[in-house]
C-alpha cells in the first residue's frame, strides 16, 4: 500500500501527498485494537489539501516557471549545461526590472519553504488526532498550527543568532589555541587539535541545548495542552480482547508516529 502510494506521488509531483497521507492513516488506525475496541478514523484529504499546496507551490512554482520559460530555448538551440545562460537566453526579450522580478518570485517562494512545510506538518497532526477515534474513545486537537509555526520560525531565527554567538567565541578560544601553539612548537600540535575538538563539541552541545529549550520542550507542551480526549469516563467498559491480529497490522503506538507515511 506505502509503495503503491509513494509511486502515486511520484507520479504526480506530490499532488496526491493528501489522498496517501488519508489512506495510510485510516489503514493504520482502523487497524488498531484496545481491547475489544478498534480504532476509526474520520480525517479527509480535503482537510490537507490547502496547507499541502501552499507547500508544493512554495517548491514546484519556481521550478515549474523555470522550466517553462527554458524549455523552448533548449528546444531551439540545444542545452550546454549552463541554466543560467539558458534562462538568459529565454529572457533576452524581457526588461531588467522583468528579470529581477521573477528572480525575486522564486528566491521568495523557496524562503517560505520551510514555514510552509512547518506548518503543514501542524497541520497534519492536528489533523491526524482530530480524526482518530478508539472506541469510545474521542480524540480532539486544539492548537494553533500558524502560531506554532510563528513560534518555531521565530525561535529558529533566534537560536541562530544565539548560535552564531556560542560559534565566534569557540573559534576565538580554538584560534587563540591555535596560534599560541605555533608561537610555542613552530607548528600545529595536539593542544591545538584539542582546541578545534573542544570548540565543535561546545557548538553542538550548545546548539543541542538552545534547540531543546527554545523549540522542542515549547511545542511539544503546546501541542499536548491542545489535546483532550473524550469517553474517559467509560474506559473501565474496556474488555480485553483475545482476538488475534494480523501481523502485519500497525499497532497504536506507530498509529501515532508523526510523519505521513
Not at 244 to 255: F, I, K, N, P, V
Request: glycine content about 10%.
Amino acid at each position: 500500500r506505502y509503495a503503491l502510494w509513494s509511486v502515486a506521488c511520484l507520479l504526480t509531483l506530490g499532488l496526491t501527498v493528501p489522498w496517501a497521507a488519508t489512506d495510510l492513516a485510516r489503514y493504520r488506525i482502523e487497524h488498531t485494537l484496545w481491547g475489544d475496541q478498534r480504532g476509526h478514523f474520520r480525517g479527509r484529504a480535503t482537510g490537507l489539501l490547502g496547507p499541502w499546496l501552499t507547500c508544493w507551490l512554495s517548491l514546484m512554482l519556481p521550478l515549474l516557471m523555470v522550466v517553462a520559460m527554458i524549455a523552448p530555448t533548449i528546444v531551439d538551440n540545444g542545452f550546454d549545461g549552463d541554466i543560467w545562460k539558458s534562462f538568459e537566453i529565454a529572457t533576452a526579450g524581457y526588461s531588467a526590472v522583468a528579470r529581477t522580478t521573477l528572480v525575486i518570485i522564486a528566491v521568495l517562494s523557496w524562503l517560505l519553504l520551510p514555514s510552509a512545510y512547518i506548518r503543514f506538518t501542524f497541520c497534519w497532526l492536528r489533523w491526524y488526532v482530530g480524526g482518530t477515534s478508539i472506541g469510545f474513545l474521542t480524540l480532539s486537537a486544539h492548537f494553533s498550527s500558524s502560531r506554532l509555526t510563528l513560534r518555531v520560525m521565530l525561535s529558529y531565527m533566534l537560536a541562530f543568532v544565539l548560535l552564531a554567538l556560542v560559534v565566534a567565541v569557540a573559534m576565538v578560544l580554538a584560534g587563540a589555541s591555535i596560534n599560541l601553539s605555533n608561537l610555542t612548537s613552530g607548528g600545529l600540535d595536539i593542544g591545538a587539535i584539542l582546541a578545534g575538538l573542544g570548540a565543535f563539541a561546545v557548538i553542538y552541545i550548545f546548539g543541542g541545548i538552545i534547540i531543546t529549550l527554545l523549540i522542542t520542550v515549547p511545542v511539544l507542551r503546546r501541542i499536548i495542552e491542545g489535546i483532550s480526549v473524550a469517553g474517559l469516563d467509560r474506559i473501565d467498559a474496556v474488555v480485553q480482547s483475545s482476538q488475534s491480529m494480523d501481523r502485519t497490522g500497525e499497532g497504536l503506538a506507530d498509529s501515532f508516529d508523526i510523519g505521513i507515511g
